[in-house]
């Protein structure tokens, strides 16, 4: 049985809230110790880059993707001659993505590329109805108008299928939805979700669809009479809860258990205390922001660990643990030597806030400015490309 969500009061970590200690910071080894999952060690990133020929992405080089549940078993499988499928997935509760939300995309498309298998992404439009209170179409128009910026990532259309809830569950999905909610008593969904007596039983209810995407049936379309088929699911550790209820049903229902690729939070620029917040648009910057806007919220906004004072700062050097620009860099500034340097010489005072800051802004303005124009190519009719359920003949291809 895999352990439940007991996390300790201090710090809280759920699919629908995150904070941190006191404001300090999240304690990511006392979160792996708690969910039960493993860190993803130095060897595991050497194996993707010898199975894959490929070099690790950023965010596997840089620990971004720190915790995993049986991903040394699947490359194990892999390495057998055996296929795998991806998952990922976003709610969409927001008009405009931000670049936390990104994160999991750039990863998810660069293991498609380099293992070339396919992918369902699953838009979980009803989730967000019953928790954003937003109606059933507000909800279906946030999950198109998010699914371009998705695709806007690069996705081959080739290997993966999009899918809402609102339009995809029934079915085999559906079958498998039951086959999991039988295995899964009260008592234990709500001590996996934290769920009380003022929560509806749309939100009880709600676990197996995200849950039923795991198993390859649920796809007949995609991968009939393929049920032995692995599935791997990069995500943010925040939904380790669903995939370890996820995990504890699979054997129960014929299935092999989903393997997790887990991620910690992309930090708001106030500070690494969770994740960030939809409601505060300073605390993040988003996919729609103008360069003018990425200037000033990194000038103005992005918490500095630099001193006081030049003349301190000379003296004393940057505190690189709270500073948010060299966290971003570390995200998105794929030149390890170049971001070596810069952490060097900002730790050691040779390099002032404001230098590094502008080197923060020409590269999140670049990031930035080129998503604009690839979600701009999107259109409606790619759009119903990824979401039209068909066949997927060349995905392992």
């Not at 989730?127 to 996705?155: H, P, Y």
């Not at 989903?258 to 910690?264: D, M």
Request: charged share 25%; hydrophobic share 35%.
């Amino acid at each position: 049985m895999e352990q439940n969500n007991q996390v300790e009061e201090e710090q809280i970590v759920t699919p629908w809230e995150v904070s941190a200690e006191k404001g300090g910071k999240i304690d990511y080894d006392k979160l792996i110790d708690k969910f039960g999952c493993q860190r993803l060690d130095q060897s595991l990133v050497d194996r993707v880059a010898r199975l894959t020929g490929r070099p690790p992405h950023v965010f596997l080089r840089r620990g971004v993707f720190f915790a995993h549940r049986d991903f040394s078993d699947l490359l194990d499988a892999y390495e057998r001659g055996e296929k795998f499928y991806l998952y990922t997935g976003r709610g969409p509760s927001s008009e405009a993505l931000h670049l936390g939300h990104l994160v999991p995309f750039m990863f998810t498309k660069y293991l498609q590329d380099a293992f070339k298998v396919p992918l369902v992404i699953q838009l979980t439009d009803d989730e967000k109805c019953m928790w954003k209170n937003l109606t059933v179409e507000e909800s279906q128009r946030l999950a198109r108008e998010n699914a371009k910026d998705i695709i806007a990532c690069g996705f081959d259309v080739s290997r993966t299928f999009i899918f809402s809830d609102f339009d995809y569950v029934g079915g085999s999905f559906y079958k498998n939805m039951v086959k999991i909610a039988k295995c899964v008593t009260y008592n234990k969904v709500v001590g996996i979700f934290g769920f009380s007596g003022e929560d509806h039983i749309g939100k009880v209810s709600f676990p197996p669809v995200q849950a039923a995407p795991s198993f390859p049936s649920s796809f007949p379309h995609l991968f009939s009479e393929k049920d032995n088929l692995r599935c791997l699911i990069p995500c943010a550790i925040d939904q380790d809860p669903y995939f370890r209820m996820t995990r504890d049903v699979a054997p129960r229902i014929g299935y092999h258990k989903p393997a997790l690729i887990e991620s910690s939070f992309f930090p708001a620029l106030q500070g690494d205390t969770g994740k960030m917040s939809a409601s505060d648009p300073n605390s993040a910057i988003y996919v729609t922001d103008s360069a003018k806007d990425i200037k000033n919220k990194v000038n103005r906004y992005a918490f500095s660990g630099g001193q006081d004072s030049v003349e301190n700062h000379r003296k004393y050097g940057a505190n690189l643990e709270v500073d948010i620009p060299i966290k971003y860099l570390g995200f998105f500034l794929d030149d390890d030597a170049e971001l070596e340097h810069i952490r060097t010489e900002y730790g050691a005072g040779r390099l002032l806030t404001g230098e590094v800051k502008k080197r923060l802004v020409d590269l999140l303005t670049d990031l930035v400015e080129t998503h604009k124009r690839a979600r701009a190519a999107v259109t409606d009719e790619m759009v119903d490309a990824f979401m039209a359920v068909r066949p997927l003949p060349n995905m392992f291809s």
